[in-house]
């Protein structure tokens, strides 16, 4: 078994995430009976190596030296370099080029390479892309071009989906009362409950418990667009008491008396710090290969990663559950609406639309569910899990995702076109990559 195997052997995982071509991808049924985890971790660590910050001199004897290296995609080299003077001088570049500042600077701007063949770029523009998919089933929606010049919202792209009930000034008003200006958009129609996903950040209502007339027309907008009688559901990423602070602090939830047909629930996912410490021991267990398997599986317990794989299966679940069997609308946020909410949104859809299954379908969803919805990447991607330093913003949000992807391809193995080596590959270029995808936090910065 898999998840039998003893700390750092992260190589051989049997069958472990191998995709197939198989029924379920054509079949177009969604995913049922998920369970919440199968087994630990998919461990990254086989791309390039890029590096962390500060290479280690870790031995300097007579005329030569080693230099460890601990790198973001997780492996850890050693550099047996004769001369101490040289040692020293290739210690201090790798640490300089290690430790850019500018994004102009990284590596993409300097990749080129000898051979590369470009597919077809259809993919580089999925809100228009996906519209048409939308459009095709209904025409409650409509293709909005009014963050053209990113003035309503800096990390939403030009281009957004949003009913079509909804004017242009109501979704800039609707704008000012969210954080971040990020209003709610359509993220995926499913076409047999005729529902919706929605995504959006925190209403500010603040300890006055303010109200916006166009947020609450955008909201009954997309149950009037839904099929006869379709509820409502608030999927808050926060806890209540985190909600409740952050009304203290300008932000808050919607009220029930403001927002008629929209139930809100409460499902905690946890984000930043927290989580980023959780893969720092992670990381720290699986590099321990001296420890029984009691102390391997005790530390793999106490470090919850499996919690988060869980606790994110688990609401992703929720969200498709409501749609595919209750069918409900679902809006996802919780307070900046760029790192839990995508995890929710994104797997949802993966359970449901055998579209996001595909390869191409896969692409295109990370395309418009992390990269131009506005994850901020430099920030989250920054060090990885050997660095001495523990940014404010550091957390494998989109390495836990890609770990729920490969949850979902070990319990269906026939359901996924592309198997474990796609998201190791997407956790290298996320972390570490020659070419520009995933650079900065925004579509607006790139």
């Not at 139930?263 to 989580?275: T, Y």
């Not at 957390?395 to 995702?401: D, S, V």
């Amino acid at each position: 078994e898999t998840w039998r195997r003893r700390p750092g052997s992260w190589g051989a995982r049997g069958s472990a995430g191998r995709g197939g071509r198989a029924s379920a991808v054509g079949a177009g049924a969604p995913l049922h009976n998920v369970r919440p985890y199968e087994t630990p971790f998919s461990s990254p660590g086989r791309g390039r190596g890029t590096l962390s910050l500060n290479p280690y001199i870790s031995r300097v004897e007579g005329d030569s030296g080693t230099i460890t290296l601990r790198c973001k995609d997780l492996r850890v080299l050693q550099l047996e370099i004769e001369g101490v003077e040289a040692t020293l001088d290739i210690a201090r570049s790798i640490e300089a080029l290690s430790s850019l500042e500018s994004v102009i600077t990284s590596f993409p701007f300097f990749y080129r390479p000898k051979s590369l063949r470009l597919g077809d770029a259809w993919h580089f523009h999925p809100p228009e892309s996906y519209y048409k998919r939308v459009a095709r089933e209904t025409n409650a929606w409509r293709l909005s071009e009014a963050n053209e010049d990113f003035s309503l919202c800096p990390s939403y792209p030009r281009a957004v989906i949003v009913p079509r009930a909804v004017n242009n000034d109501a979704l800039a008003r609707s704008a000012r009362f969210r954080q971040g200006g990020r209003f709610p958009v359509l993220s995926y129609y499913h076409a047999p409950s005729g529902t919706a996903v929605l995504r959006s950040s925190q209403p500010l209502t603040g300890p006055q418990k303010r109200r916006c007339a166009e947020d609450e027309e955008l909201l009954r907008a997309v149950l009037a667009g839904a099929r006869p009688g379709a509820q409502g559901f608030i999927v808050d990423t926060r806890s209540t008491q985190a909600a409740k602070q952050a009304r203290m602090t300008g932000g808050g939830t919607e009220s029930k008396a403001a927002y008629p047909g929209w139930k809100r629930l409460h499902r905690p996912l946890e984000r930043g710090r927290p989580l980023q410490e959780s893969f720092v021991r992670l990381v720290e267990a699986c590099g321990d290969l001296e420890q029984s398997m009691d102390r391997w599986l005790s530390r793999l317990e106490g470090c919850r990663w499996l919690s988060h794989v869980k606790e994110t299966l688990s609401t992703a679940c929720l969200a498709a559950h409501s749609m595919e069997r209750e069918g409900a609308c679902i809006l996802v946020h919780g307070a900046e609406g760029t790192d839990s909410t995508l995890l929710v949104t994104s797997l949802a859809q993966i359970i449901l639309d055998p579209l996001s299954r595909t390869m191409a379908g896969f692409q295109e969803l990370i395309e418009r569910e992390w990269i131009q919805a506005g994850h901020p990447f430099q920030l989250r991607c920054a060090h990885s899990a050997f660095s001495h330093a523990r940014p404010k913003h550091e957390a494998p949000t989109f390495l836990l995702f890609l770990d729920c992807v490969w949850q979902l391809g070990r319990q269906f193995p026939l359901s996924l076109e592309f198997g474990e080596g796609m998201l190791l590959a997407l956790f290298d270029h996320a972390y570490a990559s020659p070419f520009g995808t995933f650079l900065c936090n925004s579509e607006k910065e790139r």
